[in-house]
T-cell receptor, first 113, second 112 residues
Framework: ETGVTQSPTHLIKTRGQQVTLRCSSQ?????VSWYQQALGQGPQFIFQ???????GRGNFPPRFSGLQFPNYSSELNVNALELDDSALYLC????????????FGPGTRLTVL | QQQVKQSPQSLIVQKGGIPIINCAYE??????FPWYQQFPGKGPALLIA?????SEKKEGRFTISFNKSAKQFSLHIMDSQPGDSATYFC???????????FGTGTSLTVIP
């Protein structure tokens, strides 16, 4: 088991609503990335935060936003939910040792009705 | 556009067999190629990774073969076991690794 935790485990929302997902990084990790994994697909990069600043973003609209806190925990916010936002949302944290130390959390399963 | 293409989509082997999963990429700037294993209800876990300066890397029963000129890499699982049944993802990244590009995954079933 990695030290990355996510909450909630499952979530059901309706179209147009807003959602906040949370991630607690592994101890000592200062970089957090968020990924969206649709059913039967590989994870797609949403964005990355390093020391509370966004320092990389994938091909996702602005209604996907995030925050990283001084303790390196992170939030993913999605506004104006659409049916296609239904997916597993994964958080991955990484330490200063580089790419080899990226560890994923178990994910939050979001269903949009 | 899929930056990393993975095949096959699914694979069934007998216990002890050697499943092989293949990936191909186009971006020659990629310089780190990890493989992840994902069980149902869990996040992906790093299995093994390779850099393009070597053609093969082995860790336990898992081997990556890398062909830089063909821009292809593959995962071999030796002496496969039912516990290896999972979904496997290849990925690629470059530089400091801000963004990992994942393949579409291969669902492996190892029959006892």
């Amino acid at each position: 088991e990695t030290g990355v935790t996510q909450s909630p485990t499952h979530l059901i929302k309706t179209r147009g609503q807003q959602v906040t997902l949370r991630c607690s990084s592994q101890s000592g990790h200062n970089t957090v990335s968020w990924y969206q994994q649709a059913l039967g697909q590989g994870p797609q990069f949403i964005f990355q935060y390093y020391r509370e600043e966004e320092n990389g973003r994938g091909n996702f609209p602005p209604r996907f936003s995030g925050l990283q806190f001084p303790n390196y925990s992170s939030e993913l916010n999605v506004n104006a939910l659409e049916l296609d936002d239904s997916a597993l949302y994964l958080c991955a944290s990484r330490g200063t040792s580089g790419r080899d130390t990226q560890y994923f959390g178990p994910g939050t399963r979001l269903t949009v009705l | 556009q899929q930056q990393v293409k993975q095949s096959p989509q699914s694979l069934i082997v007998q216990k002890g067999g050697i499943p092989i999963i293949n990936c191909a990429y186009e971006n020659t700037a990629f310089d780190y190629f990890p493989w992840y294993q994902q069980f149902p209800g869990k996040g992906p876990a790093l299995l093994i990774a390779i850099r393009p300066d070597v053609s093969e890397k082995k860790e336990g029963r898992f081997t990556i073969s890398f062909n830089k000129s063909a821009k292809q890499f593959s995962l071999h699982i030796m002496d496969s076991q039912p516990g290896d049944s999972a979904t496997y993802f290849c990925a690629a990244t470059k530089g400091t690794g801000n963004q990992f590009y994942f393949g579409t995954g291969t669902s492996l079933t190892v029959i006892p």
